[in-house]
């Protein structure tokens, strides 16, 4: 039985280090609301997030939100089926299905699911500004965190957020998890000045501010730039080396990098 014991934690280990080690990776590809678009899946599914993770991806990224009732919900938009998420009670939404015949996935599924046989896959847990209050969207952010960690997945899980002060205040209550900014108007100066970790902005802001490219890698943040999809645009990232890409085209980006090698 210590036998068995050991090789766990050293496999928890070994998925640890491989997690870690992501910021320092190259060019890595990023799910955007999972692998969904080749195969027709709904977007921020279980089924998007389990074809990412069953492609080896180096990440799958999500969008989280609060229901009425204190419900944490995976989706995109502020509304569902014309229901605003924040103004709605969890089976209330539950009413509709996605277009696979699942129904809206609270986060608490979507980590567990994340979890199983996952030894690749970082979880890009983006947390989505209130509409309601800027209080509202901070304490949806520490509830978020304390379910990630509840189910032991907040190695393998990092945050980004439109709104600074959801990092700030993620970074108040979680000293080592890595927080990307997803806004684009601040630079990567800045940014480790408030002790987060990368800059995840849209690559045309990387365009126009080419120096914050070198800034980035000089003060040791994460350059993410999100959606690349153009393979010109994606060309245009790889050369610069990106530490991540996030993409809706994650089988087209992976296919390229493979052919670069």
């Keep these: 039985m210590k036998i068995i014991q050991r ?13 870690n080690s992501c910021s320092t990776e190259k060019n890595a590809v990023v799910a955007h609301r999972g692998a969904w678009k080749k195969n027709n899946l709904p977007e921020n599914s279980i089924a998007s997030l389990r074809h990412a993770i069953d492609l080896k991806l180096p990440g799958s990224e999500f969008d989280v939100w609060r229901t009425a009732d204190d419900s944490l919900v995976i989706n995109h938009d502020a509304h569902y089926n014309k229901l605003l998420i924040e103004e709605t009670n969890y089976v209330d939404l539950m009413r509709f299905r996605l277009s696979n015949g699942e129904k809206l996935p609270t986060l608490y599924e979507y980590i567990s699911e994340g979890k199983k046989n996952n030894k690749h896959t970082l979880l890009v847990c983006e947390i989505k500004p209130s509409e309601i209050s800027k209080e509202r969207g901070q304490k949806t952010a520490v509830m978020a965190v304390e379910t990630i960690k509840q189910l032991k997945a907040d190695k393998i899980t990092c945050y980004i957020s439109f709104d600074y002060d959801i990092l700030k205040q993620i970074r108040k209550i979680d000293s080592k998890t890595s927080l990307q900014y997803l806004e684009g108007n601040k630079s990567p100066k800045e940014v480790k000045a408030d002790k987060i970790n990368g800059v995840d902005y849209h690559y045309s802001v990387f365009k126009k501010h080419p120096e914050w490219i070198k800034e980035a890698k000089d003060n040791d943040i994460i350059l993410n730039a999100w959606t690349v999809n153009e393979t010109a645009d994606m060309d245009w990232i790889i050369q610069n080396k990106f530490n991540y890409i996030t993409t809706n085209e994650p089988e087209l980006l992976s296919q390229k990098l493979k052919e670069r090698k």
Excluded: R
Excluded at 7 to 19: D, N, P
């Design 7 to 19: 090789l766990k934690t050293l496999l928890f280990l070994t998925i640890i280090i491989v997690f």
